[in-house]
């Protein structure tokens, strides 16, 4: 039989694709696919591509242990201060200060333990971790102003605690197994507060703070690196 497109050739003769007709011809040919420009970039886009998806779907183990430790050991030493203070709006002053200091090293640990493990700050988990745990965080922010301003303080150190073990417990769904625990022993340690004396906001404030974040922040550094 004679091909239709290639007068006088006899497609019996042939082996596929020259034997099928044009249209299947046509499309053999468009399936084929382009060579590649060499086995060397295609091995560093094999590379980054891997290392972009273990950076999106890893966990957060950014956290810094050392510094938790450090951390902790600043708020012993802010609640013994604070609780020297004359009045609730320098005790007030004193927490504030600590707050900004923590998030401050608490951010420039991440970043440098983010950098010392070759990823990104803004790899896949750091950023989950992040949107995870503010939001309860800025609720905590919120509820301080709302309590101070309609003077009630003695019910801060509840919020905090609840405040920060909420922002934890979130993040923990991106993280390791002892951030999640520590969440949850800091909203402990917030429905605790609620219950006990006004005048042991400071003992309990160390002791989260202080003896807790210390304690969960070696155990961190041991498991996961500093």
Known sequence: MADSARPGLDRRNLTWPDRAPVRHR??????RTAPADGPGRNALDDLRYIRSTMESAGAFTSVP??????LGLSAVVTAVIAGFQPDRDRWLVAWVIEAAFAAVVAVLAVAQKSRRRGLAVTAGPNRRFASSFAPAMVTGAILTFALWSRG?????????LLAFGASVTAGSAASVAPVRALGVTFVTLGAVAFVLPASWGDAILA????????AFGAIIARRHGG
Do not use: E, H
């Open 152 to 160: 009630v303080p003695d019910l801060l150190p509840g919020t905090w």
């Open 26 to 31: 046509r499309r053999a040919g468009m399936n």
């Open 65 to 70: 242990g050392w510094a938790m430790v450090g």
């Open 207 to 214: 002791f989260g703070f202080g003896g807790v974040l210390a």
